[in-house]
């Protein structure tokens, strides 16, 4: 059983010493892979779809989301994806939590303690009356048919309460004058837990149930069955955490000819998403790949493959790897071996397969704007194929544009951070000197539900020794209102020569020391560049690596170029310099690049970040800060004729 190291988190997961300073992931208020128009396309294609359906009836959520698979379901409520199952059998699962089709909180949810439905999985109608293919005859309770699925609570999410429950109802035939809502029966039921007490940490972490059909009623041509969630508010709690319940379910089997203890499915499936070819990073720009490929590859890649029969089967695997006109550039093989029952031996471990090693020289090293590859991982059992191939067939698209990124551009948390003049900030390392142009941010809708300021920052160095190489001049905010389900772009307001590390982030001013007034930004669970994440919250102890395992979503965009030469470093813009900055005594420093005379005549002035002068006269080379609170101040420096005003900021952190 190939091991693997999983963080759950739950409703509000606080992290760092102190108790007003603090990181702060939360559970998502919106679904940003749902939206108005993406719901919309879903209902186009459900009236589309054709009914009733033949058995079997079986989907392991492998489609691509974020909806069920039309052919399948008759609704629009769940989240199909491959983000919130731990240890899934196969990589997708449907997601039942209290966000509606279009990834709000349902309108309908009240904090009162009383369980309310939220999600509804509904099939299509079914014939369930009689099989066809090559003997059609009737069906009748004495063919043994049966429902199976199995169901995890939490996941990657929160786990459920008590008072939470996962439900299976089957639709009665209609009586006279009554309504569809009141004929669906419950046939099966659980309550919440948490996926550690629900699973005790080990396999499987998904449990099986398996339903029998056997009232005659239900052996009709309309049969339909459905799962809904049921989900309770404690009184008084703020209603902002969507995915707070969390249910996963996989591989729902409806068919005939089956046995209550009839486990095994003859089929072999990769069982997570694919992976990125580069080490640290899932994006990067090309020109900057190209400079030193060997760093940035990784060795192997972590590929999980289940066998879902009791029954073992040699399969082979391998992985190609396309260029952007679908031309094969390279292949491995890792052979053909032998897969045990997922059920007693977990996911492959045998390496050539599990974990394969990444083909030397991967990928051609010409220069060019940008490359988009797709690698793609497939398994086969036999000449054919096993009796599902669906989940056979892996894709990764790694594209190299004009980014970098940790994450993978979907997150399951919201990461807030809570201080005086909190500021995050990202370690990237460029091969080459490059320019940095912007920076994008994925920011996450919270309680504040308006826009916040913060200023767009770029270091050198963090540290005793910290060196901001930028800050905007003015502070920039988060979006207004609904944010879009995207990255938001913020342009430096001039491009800035970059060379081996750099840290960029963001610096919001004030004291943010409610959840309510703190600037949220996406956090994905499924890469943990944690150790590339530094956090400063203002209470003396400086910048902390993170200890929330994910990655935060933040990319710095740089300038794209075809050349591979190296630019001539950069002068020094003129300016004032404020130091030590962050400060944390009684004085700062001051030094204009002038000495002397040339210093003479010069008005000084100070503000806070709200604008307040707090400070006005001559020029001085030391400033007695003792009385100004923690917080980001502006220096402004002027009085020559000619001379342009000089601006420079600096924190005081005490």
């Known amino acids: 059983m190939k091991p693997e190291k999983i963080l759950l988190l739950f409703h509000c997961v606080l992290i760092a010493s102190g108790i007003q300073a603090q990181e702060i992931l939360l559970h998502l208020e919106h679904n940003p892979s749902k939206s108005d128009s993406v719901a919309q396309e879903h209902r186009a294609a459900l009236k589309a779809t054709a009914y009733p359906l033949h058995l079997p009836f079986r989907d392991d959520f492998t489609n691509p989301g974020p909806y069920p698979d039309t052919r399948l379901w008759s609704d629009n409520d769940v989240f199909v994806n491959n983000r919130f199952g731990v240890h899934p059998l196969t990589y997708g699962v449907a997601t039942f939590d209290m966000l509606d089709m279009y990834g709000r909180i349902y309108a309908h949810a009240e904090a009162n303690n009383i369980p309310f439905v939220a999600d509804r999985l509904s099939s299509h109608p079914i014939r369930l009356d009689s099989v066809f293919g090559g003997n059609p005859r009737a069906l009748s309770p004495a063919d043994s048919v049966v429902l199976s699925f199995y169901f995890q609570p939490q996941g990657r999410g929160g786990d459920p309460l008590p008072a939470d429950s996962l439900i299976l109802q089957f639709l009665r035939p209609a009586a006279d004058g009554e309504m569809e809502d009141a004929r669906w029966t419950n046939v099966w039921g659980a309550s919440g837990e948490s996926l550690s007490g629900f699973s005790a940490d080990t396999f499987p972490y998904f449990r ?78 090309w020109a900057q790949y190209i400079a030193d490929p060997a760093s940035h590859l990784r060795d192997r ?84 194929g096993d009796g599902y191939t669906r989940n056979d ?23 807030l951070l809570k201080g005086y003049n909190p500021a995050r900030a990202i370690r990237f390392v460029a091969s080459r000197p490059d320019t940095l142009e912007a920076i994008r941010f994925f920011f996450m809708e919270t309680l504040q539900g308006r826009e916040l300021p913060f200023y767009l920052t770029v270091w050198k160095r963090l540290g005793p020794d910290e060196e901001i190489i930028y800050q905007s001049a003015e502070p920039l905010f988060t979006p207004r209102g609904d944010l879009p389900a995207d990255f938001a772009t913020y342009a430096l307001e001039e491009a800035l020569l970059i060379e081996d590390t750099f840290y960029v982030g963001l610096m919001q001013p004030g004291n943010a020391l409610e959840a309510r007034g703190a600037i949220g930004i996406g ?55 404020v130091y030590p900055n962050p400060a944390g005594g009684d004085h700062v420093r001051i030094e204009t690049g002038e000495h002397g005379r040339a210093e003479e005549g010069l008005l000084m002035e100070v503000f806070d970040y709200q604008g307040r002068l707090l400070y006005s006269g001559t020029f001085s080379s030391r400033l007695d800060v003792s009385r100004y609170p923690a917080g980001l101040y502006l220096l402004r420096v002027s009085g020559k004729p000619g001379r342009p005003l000089q601006t420079a900021r600096f924190i005081i952190s005490r």
């Open 393 to 415: 067939t892996l894709i990764h698209r790694q594209d190299f544009t004009n980014y970098y990124a940790y994450d993978d551009g979907t997150p399951e948390m919201i990461n």
């Open 208 to 285: 099986r149930v398996a339903i029998p059909v056997t009232d005659p009623a239900y052996f009709r041509n309309d049969f339909r069955f459905r799962f809904l969630n049921k989900v309770s508010i404690p009184a008084g709690q703020m209603n902002n955490s969507g995915t707070r319940s969390i249910w996963n379910i996989d591989y729902v089997t409806l068919d005939h000819g089956r046995s209550l203890s009839q486990t095994g499915y003859y089929d072999i499936a990769f069982a997570a998403p694919a992976q990125s070819i580069l080490k640290e990073y899932t994006a990067m720009p």
């Open 523 to 577: 956090f994905d669970l499924h890469n943990d560049a944690s150790h590339h994440l530094f956090n400063n919250v203002g209470d003396g102890d400086g910048w902390q690596e993170s200890v929330a395992r994910g990655a935060l979503m933040v990319r710095p965009v740089l300038k794209r170029e075809l050349t591979t030469a190296i630019p001539p470093s950069a002068p020094k813009a003129a300016g004032i310099h």
């Open 301 to 384: 890649f972590d590929i999980s493959i289940s066998n879902l029969d009791n029954t073992a089967y040699s399969y082979s695997y391998k992985y190609e790897i396309q260029d952007e006109g679908g031309t094969t550039i390279r292949t491995y093989s890792g052979g053909a071996w032998v897969i045990p029952p997922f059920v007693g031996s977990g996911y492959q471990d045998y390496q050539p397969h599990a974990n394969p090693l990444v083909i030397p020289n991967p990928l051609p090293l010409s220069p060019a704007p940008e490359r988009r590859f797709r690698i793609r991982h497939s398994i086969r059992e036999g000449a054919t």
